[in-house]
């Protein structure tokens, strides 16, 4: 066994995810930036600005029907990562849908199944 490995070892934990601003241009035009502002058990949040105006905190619910959908073909409960892969899928179909992103979004299970098919999880 190598010296800096061993049998006790503790699990190691996430990283939390960088404070960097992300650009993405939307289907309407639009170009949006965001930044990942925190997790709230389901709810992601993100602050976002589109081209570049005031910024404002949007917020993706997912839903526990819809997670349930997803464990259930992944086999096992989604990890966090995964969860806000999805999360992140959600921002952009709303972006590019043009929706109003002043309101709290909550993707549907069977929107939550077409985004793990683009992500080809499970």
Known sequence: MFPWSSAKDTPLKPLPLSQRQKAYSAATGVVYQYIFAGLGGRR???EVSADRQQ????SIELPLEGLELCAARMGSPLRWN????????SLFAAMDEGANL????????EEL???????KLG
């Open 44 to 46: 992601h949040v993100f």
């Open 55 to 58: 910024p404002f905190h949007l």
């Open 82 to 89: 995964e969860e806000y892969a999805l999360a992140k899928l």
């Open 102 to 109: 002043r309101e709290t979004l909550r993707p549907s299970g």
């Open 113 to 119: 199944l077409r985004y793990m098919d683009e992500l």
